[in-house]
């Protein structure tokens, strides 16, 4: 990811994962709910597992990643996979506070409101803070603060 530091790339990712994973899934349960042929829940004993339980095991997987791997390259894919595990949580938030399935009903824009508040107060903030001063006194895309050698 050229022009983005290292720093910044899993927040990058992260974005980028909640925002994909979250239209990914909207127009997967779309289909789902349209009957597609081929397309179906996900069950376990006749049990529905719905894609709240994937994210709630991928955050917790990042989580003990986090605990021991901070190496920039892991923090980048974490941050793809935290992104990711979120908009999976997010996407059933209506049903998690209503604990009805509430998925297609009016509550369930509850998801879909909080999903694009998010979307847009992480990319504000990513914008936002681009090319500020970050560590050491480098700015975000690498380079030194005119004047300063940077160490």
Do not use: C
Not at 3 to 22: D, N, S, Y
Not at 66 to 95: C, F, K, N, Q
Not at 100 to 117: F, M, P
Request: aromatic share 8%; glycine share 16%.
């Amino acid at each position: 990811m050229p022009g983005i530091t290292p720093e910044r790339r899993g927040l990058v990712l992260a974005w980028w994962g909640f925002t994909v994973t979250f239209g990914g899934m909207r127009l997967l349960t779309w289909l789902i709910h349209i009957d597609m042929a081929g397309v179906g829940d996900v069950q376990a004993g006749g049990v529905h597992l719905h894609h709240y339980v994937w994210g709630i095991l991928l955050l917790a997987l990042v989580g003990a990643v986090g605990l021991v791997h901070r190496s920039a390259r892991t923090r980048t894919w974490m941050g793809l996979a935290y992104g990711v595990g979120l908009a999976l949580i997010i996407d059933e938030a209506a049903l998690l506070i209503s604990l009805e399935d509430v998925y297609w009903d009016t509550e369930g824009g509850i998801s879909i409101a909080l999903a694009l508040a998010v979307i847009a107060a992480a990319g504000s903030v990513l914008v936002f803070t681009r090319g500020r001063n970050g560590p050491r006194g480098k700015k975000s895309d690498g380079r030194s603060p005119a004047g300063t050698s940077g160490e």
